[in-house]
């Protein structure tokens, strides 16, 4: 039964962590507080079989300014995102290939 009330939310598109995003994480740091990185996010690396999120920092520590900082994804506590790139359309490319595939 549906009730009068009742009203249907709008639909939200889906999030999407895209490359030159503005975020702040806070990931595991000293066994009393956290880590605080803040700047942009710059895509997810594989080393050694272990995912890692690559962060650009940013001035909010001057020393650390442009370094980019690898965080584990097993260590991260929270994700904060400041400000949102919308992703790129794919771009498709037309060829001309000649005979039967067009």
């Known amino acids: 039964?549906?009730?009068e009330g009742?009203?249907?939310?709008p639909k939200k598109s889906p999030i999407v962590l895209t490359s030159g995003?503005?975020?702040?994480?806070?990931?595991?740091?000293?066994?009393?507080?956290?880590l605080i990185s803040t700047g942009?996010?710059?895509?997810?690396?594989?080393?050694?079989?272990d995912n890692s999120l690559a962060l650009e920092l940013d001035d909010t520590v001057k020393e650390e300014k442009g370094r980019v900082r690898l965080i584990p994804?097993?260590?991260l506590l929270a994700v904060d995102v400041l400000?949102?790139?919308k992703p790129?359309?794919?771009?498709?490319?037309?060829?001309?290939t000649p005979g039967y595939f067009r």
């Open 6 to 9: 009742s009203a249907t939310a």
């Open 40 to 49: 942009l996010f710059r895509g997810l690396v594989s080393i050694g079989g």
């Open 83 to 85: 400000e949102a790139v």
């Open 88 to 96: 790129e359309e794919e771009k498709r490319q037309e060829t001309s």
């Open 73 to 75: 994804l097993n260590a």
């Open 21 to 34: 995003s503005r975020v702040r994480v806070r990931s595991a740091g000293t066994r009393d507080e956290a």
């Open 1 to 3: 039964m549906k009730t």
